[in-house]
């Protein structure tokens, strides 16, 4: 089955930055728009962001705004979410996905925001 393959993922303390990555190995997932989303502990998945195909147009949950960044390379096949003054709210495991019902994600990566 092809997948996403997320990464970047770790234990950071509150106020921290994170930086995460997606990988599309197969052309068929890299769509016009790409998503993250995350799923809390005991809590069922969530919209983060999202981009367009061209990265001009980017939408975020209001959990994110005003602190995060999403952005694609279209050439690597790369998706990249930034996010900074990380809250122990933002503690879940991410995924980046072709819709916002998550296909195409992979395994996810966990972040832990913690003292």
């Known amino acids: 089955q092809v997948q996403l393959v997320e990464s970047g993922g770790g234990k950071v303390q509150p106020g921290e930055s994170l930086r995460l990555t997606c990988a599309a190995s197969?052309?068929?997932?890299?769509?016009?728009?790409l998503y993250w989303l995350r799923q809390a502990p005991g809590k069922g998945l969530v919209w983060v962001a999202s981009?367009?195909?061209?990265?001009?147009?980017?939408n975020y949950s209001g959990d994110v705004m005003g602190r995060s960044t999403v952005s694609r390379d279209n050439e690597k096949k790369i998706l990249t979410l930034r996010i900074g003054n990380a809250k122990p709210e933002d503690t879940a495991l991410y995924f980046c996905?072709?819709?916002?019902?998550?296909?195409?994600r992979g395994q996810g990566t966990q972040v832990t925001v913690s003292s």
């Open positions: 981009i367009n195909f061209d990265g001009d147009l980017d």
């Open positions: 996905a072709t819709d916002l019902r998550g296909s195409g």
């Open positions: 197969d052309v068929t997932l890299w769509h016009r728009w």
